[in-house]
């Protein structure tokens, strides 16, 4: 069946319930996971013609981002240690989160994504999108959405 699942994090409370949900799956499966998270990136018209924004501010910003991912992943990392299952983290930095998402399966050989969904509906999924939907149209391998 699947042999490497993609377990992407934000860090929320649903985003950690589906990890672990995500990690049993693949220690039943037999499987191992790649923990991934997507920092995200400053829009231009932030940092544009007449905003004035310090550098230092820029990279201290940057800097703090990669410790949130880099813990959110080794949160992942901890819990498939702790059921014995083979984890790797892996964190970068994709023009929108759901490329990045589909981009990191690709790149470390996914055959499956495992992901929550923070189970907006009605309007407020349309206004706020969903990187879970977004997956969901554009992955070419499967998708796991735990709710």
């Known amino acids: 069946m699947f042999k490497h699942v993609l377990i992407p994090t934000d860090g929320s409370a649903r985003s950690r319930k589906a990890a672990k949900a995500a990690v049993a799956f693949a220690k039943a499966i037999g499987a191992k996971v790649t923990a991934y998270y997507g920092l995200e990136t400053l829009l231009p018209y932030m940092v544009g013609d007449g905003v004035v924004i310090d550098v230092r501010l820029l990279e201290a910003l940057a800097k703090q981002a990669r410790t949130q991912g880099d813990k959110y992943v080794a949160e992942v990392i901890k819990a498939a240690e702790a059921a014995g299952v083979g984890c790797e983290g892996y964190v970068s930095k994709p023009a929108t989160p759901y490329q990045g998402i589909i981009d ?37 391998i499967p998708v796991v959405v735990y709710r």
């Open 104 to 140: 990191a399966a690709k790149q470390k050989k996914c055959d499956v994504i495992f992901m929550g969904s923070h189970g907006r509906g009605g309007v407020a999924s349309l206004i706020l999108g969903s990187v879970t939907q977004q997956v969901l149209a554009h992955s070419k």
